[in-house]
């Protein structure tokens, strides 16, 4: 298992920059696989980009050549460029600790708007 800590959301016009980030403590296991999702008001939560040992990351299409992925000691990093409304969600980070348990941050508010 693994305590997930979000931060970074905020308010942001069109086309701004925000970076968000999870802090990963209490580790158990082995991180398999994890990564970024995010829920917007009446809709189902969705990838936005996640990673599996020895793959390559999957960055859903929406998000492709915007978003990136990175790592730096215990903090996993979504680097979000060109942001638009419909980028408005709560975005939660994932890790998936051996043998399979699955772990959730609280999730940190995104809205960009005019």
């Known amino acids: 298992q693994v305590q997930l800590v979000e931060s970074g959301g905020g308010l942001v016009q069109p086309g701004g920059t925000l970076r968000l980030s999870c802090e990963t403590s209490r580790v158990t296991g082995r991180i398999d696989a994890g990564g970024w999702y995010r829920q917007a008001p009446g809709k189902q939560r969705e990838l936005v980009a996640t990673?599996?040992?020895?793959?390559p990351i999957n960055y859903a299409d929406s998000v492709k050549g915007r978003f990136a992925i990175s790592r730096d000691k215990n903090i996993v990093y979504l680097q979000m460029n060109n942001l638009k409304p419909e980028d408005t969600a709560v975005y939660y980070c994932?890790?998936?600790?051996?043998?399979?348990?699955?772990?959730w941050g609280q999730g940190t508010q995104v809205t960009v708007s005019s």
């Open positions: 990673f599996r040992t020895g793959r």
């Open positions: 994932r890790a998936d600790v051996f043998p399979g348990i699955i772990n």
